[in-house]
């Protein structure tokens, strides 16, 4: 059985030096991405989940993707391509 043992995070910064930060500002486009998507419902803000399959399914993403979910409705949606995966429940939007 293995066992997931943290690295001192000492340890981790002198591994990272010299190295160019790729995450940081894909991680940000992603964060302002998710911010601005709203149910379109008019219940209010998404938050993120994710699922294993659509996590790293663009090839090109160096960090994995979330899908968006309304927790009132629980529409859900892919926040990069604005298709609805689940309509959710309309009678539970409040009025």
Same mark, same amino acid.
């Given at each position: 059985m293995?066992v997931f043992?943290?690295m001192?995070?000492?340890?981790v910064?002198r591994?990272l030096?010299?190295?160019?930060d790729? %995450?940081?500002?894909? +991680?940000a486009r992603y964060e302002?991405?998710y ?6 419902r008019?219940c =209010? &803000? ?7 399959s ?8 160096a960090?994995?993707?979330? %899908?968006?979910?309304c +927790? ?8 990069f391509?604005?298709i609805?995966?689940e309509? =959710? &429940?309309p009678?539970?939007v409040?009025?």
């Open positions: 293995t043992k943290e001192d995070p000492e340890d910064l591994a030096e010299g190295h160019t790729i %995450l940081s500002e894909e +991680s302002k991405l911010r601005s998507k709203k149910c379109h008019g =209010g &803000d998404l938050t993120k989940e994710f699922h294993p659509h996590v790293f399914s663009d090839g090109n993403a960090i994995g993707r979330a %899908l968006m979910r +927790s009132v409705c629980k529409y859900l949606m892919d926040p391509t604005d609805t995966l309509i =959710g &429940d009678s539970k409040r009025s």
